[in-house]
């Protein structure tokens, strides 16, 4: 049986529950930093929007999804602009019920209302419940990156 949940625009009002779950998705994130990803995924729906997942009965937010419109090269992708799946989180007593396809098909909705063709995405090589919700939503592995750096300051030899 699927759940009785509204998706929604999520607004400053939401600012608690869904701050709370950003730290959950993203713990290591500073509160600044929270804050103003909060306000611009709150402000003109034109490049960016934050939506929230919401139980029917209890109003309780049980999701959420960030996403926005990027111009840049997105790996993986073939067209620009391209909407990009910012950041997605359900609370894990919400998963496996259909609550983040619910978010993930209105993000395409936004996103396809823009003009984009393609919805792209990311997440960490070792974390195999992202990749499988992906692949569960419609997502296509397109390709895997390792980063690098070298820290500069010190003479190179």
Known sequence: MKPDVRVRVATVVDAAAWGSMRRALWPDADDADREEQLRLASGPEDRAIALLAVDADSGEAVGFAEASIR???????????????????????????????????????????????????????DNPASQAAHLGCGFEETERVVYYRMQLGMPLE
Do not use: I, K, Q
């Open 71 to 125: 111009r840049e090269y997105v790996n993986g992708t073939e067209t620009s602009p391209v909407g990009f799946l910012e950041g997605w989180y359900v609370r894990p007593e919400w998963r496996a019920s259909g609550v983040g396809r619910m978010l993930v098909m209105a993000v395409a909705a936004w996103v396809r209302d823009r003009g984009c063709r393609e919805l792209a995405s990311d997440t960490w090589l």
